[in-house]
């Protein structure tokens, strides 16, 4: 019968003819041979003669199992292994089903599990494959659906069911639908590695070990779909990391970025991308703020992504609604991209699901198309870009801010650089790159001394990621803190200028947003922040300040005759 795939595929397209005088097929024994009963390809030979006459088969204690495989290396001469290998057949395993969904069910996931322990996962998803894209040559996580996995479990496996109208008589049938839906939908998918996300190479793990090989690293939970082994030194040490330091330096000369911080501050960003698989905490958002559109704030993040992934990174635009923007970040959750650019942010940044996914690092929402909640973690790296950041709330603690400042008037129009086609170097050169990354983080690991401080709740990112830089560089990337937070004080700076505009406008009185529109579009107006302006914008934006004190006034509202209306008071402490 043999335990490999390909004897249990020959032996079900090989069966064994039946025989009325229950002649042993490989010797010629009589009255001592019988299909067995759960597998008619099978027979039993009950000979105490049979291996002495050279019959061929598993011995057990009570005779020997004897497979269509068994009959014809006996008729040949040929050995199994050689009759497999003239075949090639592909491989398809045997079930045998029964009218147990529970035992349907196992017998199929085990098959599954055998043919490759690498190709199918539990993801955050649900059941998951690694598949790569012809086109652009990347390898991603994908969600099995249910028209993919019966396609995939029909090319591994051939199904039969007993007929009713013939004893012993096994008919063919395709997989059956309830036992891959139960496959696919099961809550319990333990028999299956879980799979946290695919990386282009090799990662520093959480206790700070290096995993340099292809495949899935149990000890991380992620896949590694590189082509060979990145090349870093074993034991780095401080000049190894310093020289690492310098050539990302050097991708990075043609920015202009306010101060050296700053330029240390985007190099975090893919320190932090390469560092998240082993950072089992949070990590801040990177924020790219320019003084002048063209200066270059979208070409920093993606080129120092394409730098560490070797692929243009995902890219996207800010979406209008908290309700988008929570779909959209559980959409990239699912399958976990290293990072994700949001780009040209024009409004405050930071609404609630993206200062949810900053300090809790899940996201939850419903799943697209099926009615299911899910709740899944989120271990992208988000980066923003944008002209003079502001930032909503409190949102200021959860970013890194990367200032870029250029005197030219257009920016756009230099010619100067050093990498005239910067994007496809680093996409090119990109396992440069990131060894120098996981050298710098090693050598950190290896021989330096943790920040004396933490920050909140990105302990773990703060003591790996900023203080590699800050052993190598004596900078304190974060020393722009109380910068970031006038951002924020912005914010009300804003409201309050509402607040005068509305009164000076309505002189203290009840109003409704289609009342103040036409103003809300002048030229003097505070709302000319955002960009295609309407009424219901104008409502939505003056529902998110209202009920907040700012300078000792208050936009209240009131809900009557199916629309708010809004007035400004004084409010006594």
Known sequence: MGDSLAEKRWNFEHPLEETEERQCPVREHKDCYNPLPDNPHIGFCFSTSHERDGGRGIKTDHGYIVSPLDVESHLTGKTKEQILQESGESVRTPIYLSDSLFDNVNKVENVLIQLNPQELFDGPAGLTRVLENRESGETHMMRINLESLELYIDQHMEFRIRSTKEENKWIRKRPPKDVVKCILEKQDRTKFQYLKGVVPSAILRSDGSLFNQSGFDPKSGYYSSQDSPLEIPKHPTKKDANDALQIFKKLTSDFPFATETDRMRAIAYPLTIVARPGILGNVPIFCASANTPGTGKTLLTDTLARAVIGQPPPITTQP??????????LSYALFNPPTL????????????????????????????????????????????????????????????????????????????????AIKQYA???????????????????????????????????????????????????????????????????????????????????????????????????????????????????????????VDGRVLESKRSGGSNSYQVVEKNE
């Open 320 to 329: 209008l609604k908290e309700d988008e923007t929570r779909k959209a970040l």
């Open 341 to 420: 650019i949001i780009d040209n942010v024009r409004r405050a940044f930071g609404d609630g699901p993206l200062a949810q996914i900053a300090t809790s690092s899940a996201i939850t929402d419903r799943v697209l198309g099926r009615s299911q909640i899910a709740r899944c973690p989120f271990r992208t790296v988000l980066a923003c870009t944008g002209n003079n950041l502001e930032f909503q709330n409190d949102m200021n603690r959860r970013v890194v801010v990367i200032e870029m400042r250029t005197s030219m008037e257009s920016p756009e129009s230099r010619t100067d650089f050093l990498f005239p």
């Open 427 to 549: 996409t090119k050169e990109w396992k440069t790159y990131r060894a120098a990354a996981l050298t710098m983080l090693l050598a950190y690991r290896l021989h330096g001394t943790p920040p004396a401080r933490s920050l909140g709740s990105f302990e773990e990112w703060y003591r790996l990621v900023t203080g590699t830089l800050e052993w190598l560089t004596g900078m304190d990337i974060l020393d722009n803190r109380d910068e970031v937070k006038s951002f924020a004080d912005n914010d009300k700076e804003w409201i309050s200028q509402v607040h005068d505009w509305l009164l000076a406008k309505t002189d203290g009185k009840k109003f409704k947003a289609s009342d103040i529109f036409s103003d809300a579009v002048g030229m003097e107006s505070p709302f000319l922040r955002f960009t295609n302006l309407s009424v219901s914008r104008l409502g939505s934006e003056l529902k998110k300040i209202r009920n907040r004190v």
